[in-house]
């Protein structure tokens, strides 16, 4: 029985943005070859929070191939193949994105996930993360999430799942645990599915929600009940379960019950788990877990790994500088900037001393040298040319600095909306505000005038 088992890593929230891919090929049910390959990343930039779960950081990856020049070399390994990965959903939607981001065409493959396998056939569990599995089957060696070393680790689960029910066909394996295995095929997929018994979303759910929202019906929280325990200390509360519910999962109130099917757990808090010291919804959860529920145990750790989602990432778009701009116009108002904390880019055409007047003019305060007042600012004037950077993909390294910035602070629940206006558009502004101080032009005074 032959396969591929494969991992990535990504450098930001962008699920295209692969850093790193681990490969471990097994033919006979041995590991005879392993892969391991560092990757410029689409786009070029690396978030925190990623750089803290895998320590691939962006001087490590600056010289070396992208995924385009790398396909070459794996391509090989996948089409028509049967490929494993720990938590498909998270690294077959790498995969896509990535071919997507460079217009390359999808594999013809067969693919599994040995994190929903190990659900099925091991059951009792605390989680079902590389780790506790590694651990249950006595696996060593891991160094998680250096790719490689995590391929290992799900080629290794597949081959004593296989050893242990006598499996020597993917037809086999497929008939014995009940799944139907994913597709990738020329522009399209299908998701790996394992039969379990699901209880369904409550319908009233989605009517909370944009009814356009599109799930991602392959993730592991959809249609799951998730509970949260303990403080997060990268991500406020309301943040975590915004994400959750985004990807179509049910936030539950604290209290766990039979059906709850995710406890995340806060950095601290599951420390001390891990040490033996629990607290009372732990042991509860433990009972619950040993009475055969489908209940997972896991960390906020791999709760960021898991989500992986864009839909609550601040990242700066045209449509969005093109919008805010549009409305800044349309408004007309003689005082929004007045007391309002106005960021500007570098690159500007204009002297940056020159725009921080005008804001003063405007009884506001501007400023471009503060980086801990971009989470405060409540207007991001972008530069004419860094605009025109964006629109070909690039992002000036001060636009990389704002979105950081932003979502650091996002991520502590500390955080406001902010307006993205174009240099072009907030010159036309102060000299709409200049033409009617000397009588030229009229503007909105009071809300109430305001007609949108």
Known sequence: MNFIAIDFETANYKRQSVCSVGLAIVENLKIIKTINRLIKPIPNYYEWINISIHGIKPEMTENEKDFEELWPEIKPYLEGNHIIAHNASFDFSALRYVLDSYKIEYPKLKYYCSMQISRKVFPGL???????????????NLNHHEATSDAVACANIMIKICQEYKITSFEELSRQIKLDPGELFPNSYSPFSCNFNKTLIPKKLFDIEDKKHKYDEEHPFYQ????????????????????VENIGGIVEPDTLRNNTNFLIVGITDYKQFREGIKT???????????????????????????????????????????????????????????????????????????????????SGYGHDYDLDEISNSDYFVIANQQIDYLRNGVKNQSIIDFEQKRNNAQNQGNLKSVKLISEEIFLEYIERRHKAHLGEFRMNLFESEIDL
């Open 224 to 243: 799951k009940r998730v509970v949260f325990t303990g403080t997060l200390s990268k991500l406020g509360r309301s943040d975590a379960k915004k994400i």
């Open 280 to 362: 009372t919804k732990l042991k509860k959860a433990e009972n619950i877990i040993a009475k055969g529920n489908d209940l997972e145990i896991i960390s906020e750790v791999d709760f960021f790994k898991m989500i992986h989602t864009e839909s609550s990432i601040f990242e700066i778009s045209i449509s969005q500088i093109e919008r805010d701009s549009a409305e800044l116009l349309s408004r007309n108002k003689y005082n929004d900037f007045s007391g309002k904390n106005i960021y500007f880019s570098t690159d500007l055409s204009i002297n940056k001393y020159t725009a921080f007047q005008h804001i003063g003019d405007c």
């Open 126 to 140: 605390l989680n079902y993360q590389l780790p506790t599995v590694c651990d249950h089957l006595q696996i060593g």
